[in-house]
């Protein structure tokens, strides 16, 4: 099993509503990122676990707040959100954050429409 | 300047060309990734590489350290290769971040 699942696939939330975002992988990995990705932009690192612990917060505004239950299951709570935080957000798991033989596994992505 | 430059940003090919992506980056690197991005928008992970060459199916990665330069080939080309392949670089051992090149958008005509 080589996947990156993310539920849901599409998200239209207003800006008063919390919603979160799911991602599962269950090939062992100990090291799980969120990404953002905009219209033809590469995706923008937002959040890295390493070990189920936060390691990198790239400045990303806490209405976005991550949450890593166990080694297989990463979220992103989202709050109050505004217009512009509308996108793809991609999860990703690699076997350590910080090894550099590593192959990165994406998941599908999640359509996240904030009206 | 942007760390990892790719080149062309667009191409268009007929189905059975080969095809050359170009990725140039200024920084050392431990690490490059090519991803493969479908209009849905899930990434594929095609290549990881550190140093010479590897090959899969119809694709071939390239990597040259002193010249800090990849290059992604498409043999016999398709239709279903339509899509964004971007460049990404771990700039360090002990990094957990990629740096992402713009991308490079391929349309593969039947």
């Known amino acids: 099993d080589t996947e990156v699942t993310q539920t849901p696939k599409h998200l239209v939330m207003g800006m008063t509503n919390k919603k979160s975002l799911k991602c599962e992988q269950h090939m062992g990995h100990r090291a799980m990122y969120w990404y953002k990705q905009k219209a033809k932009k590469p995706p923008e690192l937002m959040f890295v676990y390493s070990y189920e612990k936060l390691s990198i917060n790239e400045s990303v505004p806490s209405r976005f707040s991550p949450e890593c239950p166990n080694s297989s299951l990463l979220n992103l709570h989202l709050h109050a959100l505004q217009p512009e935080d509308s996108a793809l957000y991609l999860c990703a798991s690699s076997q350590v954050a910080a090894t550099s033989g590593n192959t990165i596994y994406f998941g599908e992505g999640s359509w996240l429409t904030v009206v | 300047k942007n760390e990892v430059e790719q080149s062309p940003q667009n191409l268009t090919a007929q189905e059975g060309e080969f095809i050359t992506i170009n990725c140039s980056y200024s920084?050392?690197?431990?690490?490059l990734h090519w991803l493969q991005q479908h209009p849905g928008g899930g990434i594929v992970s095609l290549f990881m590489l550190s140093s010479g060459k590897k090959k899969h199916g119809r694709l071939i990665a390239t990597i040259n350290i002193q010249e800090k330069h990849s290059s992604l080939h498409i043999t016999a080309s398709h239709p279903r290769d339509s899509a964004v392949y971007i460049c990404?670089?771990?700039?360090?051992?002990?990094?957990?971040?990629?740096?992402f090149g713009e991308g490079t958008q391929l349309t593969v005509n039947p």
């Open positions: 920084v050392g690197i431990s690490a």
């Open positions: 990404a670089v771990r700039s360090s051992p002990s990094g957990s971040r990629l740096t």
